[in-house]
């Protein structure tokens, strides 16, 4: 299951470090924006026109690489001299790690999946290729009809204001935020219908729990789903200006009072994200509330054991129906012009309709475009896959998360808060003052 951030995710899958489709010797990455015959992100000499070697830093494993290894060769054939290397990075974490190190030996690949949170840290080094010029080329770039078929929201998460509104990254792979729920369990309990509000949620896992002796919520406190939950209780976590956030307001109390009391009752149970599918997929749960990615594998693994769904998170009495959109993003970073474009149509060509349905149908992701979605293939595949046409009935509640310079730290300050609450080590009140505090402190910090 993806996090962003925990994505949170953005794109794409090797368990291998791959120099490129083909298989060639890995070779280090040399400085952005080098001149003269080498391509940034490679030490080996550019290639005919096609921009040379397009190292491309991802996060993705298993069934995905099989996947991410064909597009890439189909991609190298349709376009002679292009080298494209992608690499597995580890965890979001450890390619944010990565990038890092790798900015301060002036040694970065020629692109990079990453979260809205890490592109605005790389922007603030320096780093990073804006892409609004590329999008409007008239060569190489996206028509109006073309932009307009990508969800604004995904658009407008990629737009930092903190840095003119420039589009410094692009959506590549996306997924939101669901509730993955047994229905089995739920019938066996007297329920015919999911929760659609969070009091119905309390109910029914409380009621399963007694049934199945055993927490009916299995519960990750992963930020990417906090952010999700806080909405979804009417709140917001940042201030319009970018300033400050949110977090002491009555909203996010609120959540935090709910998964207290869930924990004091036993029908919550805090897990780590690798934990959280097993615990669903044996029947020890009845709720994960999770990445829409997660669908496909769960189908593989659960097969016809026992009936199960996905539909949009609960919400608050007096909310409508929200979720979180996340899900990893490209960035390119500075080089030669001829890299930079180079990079930039592989990104174009990735989100094409075709493609991206192509990854959506066979990976569990989102398609980017809504052309993609009306294609024939994907309009069967919904008609074959209720639970992925759930999924995507979800898109038009889907809200981004911040962007702002210091957001990754705040993240990891809202993990621990929640942490806090669940465990009963922190009251829910004083959580969110506490969470306030040091939250409004990393993105002061970061700005200095």
């Known amino acids: 299951m993806m996090r962003r951030l925990t994505m949170a995710g953005m794109l794409v899958a090797v368990g291998l470090l791959l120099t490129g489709c083909g298989g060639a010797e890995s070779v280090p990455p040399t400085m952005p924006g080098q001149q003269g015959g080498t391509a940034a992100g490679s030490g080996a000499p550019a290639s005919g026109g096609g921009g040379g070697r397009l ?13 991410i290894e064909t597009l890439c060769a189909e991609y190298e054939k349709a376009n002679p001299g292009v080298d494209l290397a992608p690499e597995y990075q580890g965890s979001y974490g450890d390619l944010n790690k990565k990038v890092r190190a790798s900015i301060q030996a002036k040694s970065l690949p020629a692109l990079t999946v990453a979260y809205e949170s890490h592109v605005a840290e790389y922007m603030a080094n320096g780093v990073v290729r804006p892409l609004d010029d590329l999008v409007k080329d008239p060569e190489i ?222 990976t569990g992701y989102l398609p980017v475009t809504k052309a993609a979605v009306e294609l024939p293939a994907m309009q069967e595949f919904y008609r074959k896959n209720s639970r992925a046409q759930h999924v995507i009935e979800t898109q038009a509640a889907a809200k981004g998360e911040p962007n702002v310079v210091g957001w990754q730290e705040v993240r990891d300050r809202l993990e621990e808060a929640a942490g806090a609450v669940v465990s009963g080590a922190s009251a829910p009140a004083a959580a969110a003052s506490e969470l306030k505090q040091k939250a409004d402190q990393a993105l002061a910090q970061s700005k200095q």
């Open 55 to 67: 190292v491309f830093w991802h996060t993705r494993r298993g069934d995905q690489q099989k996947l």
């Open 141 to 362: 770039g996206l028509s109006t009809k073309e932009l307009e078929a990508i969800p604004a929201a995904y658009l407008e998460s990629n737009r930092f204001a903190q840095y003119e509104n420039q589009l410094l990254s692009f959506p590549f792979t996306k997924s939101n935020l669901v509730l993955y729920y047994n229905k089995s369990l739920l019938a066996s309990a007297g329920f015919s219908m999911p929760p659609r509000t969070w009091a119905e949620f309390e109910k029914q896992a409380a009621a399963i729990t007694k049934q199945i002796s055993s927490p009916a919520y299995a519960f990750t406190a992963d930020p990417s789903t906090l952010d999700g939950l806080i909405y979804s209780f009417g709140g917001e976590v940042l201030s319009a200006d970018g300033k400050a956030t949110r977090f002491d307001e009555p909203p996010t109390v609120r959540m935090l009072e709910m998964l207290q009391r869930m924990a004091k009752a036993k029908s919550l149970t805090q897990v780590t994200g690798d934990e959280a599918p097993g615990l669903f997929n044996s029947q020890r749960c009845a709720f994960v509330i999770d990445t829409s990615s997660a669908r496909a594998r769960a189908e593989t693994d659960i097969g016809r054991k026992f009936e199960w769904d996905v539909t949009i998170i609960p919400h608050a009495d007096d909310v409508q129906p929200v979720t979180v959109m996340y899900g990893p993003n490209v960035c390119i970073f500075k080089a030669t012009p001829e890299q930079e474009r180079a990079a930039w149509k592989f990104v174009r060509w990735f989100v094409s309709p075709e493609i991206t349905a192509r990854w959506a149908r066979e």
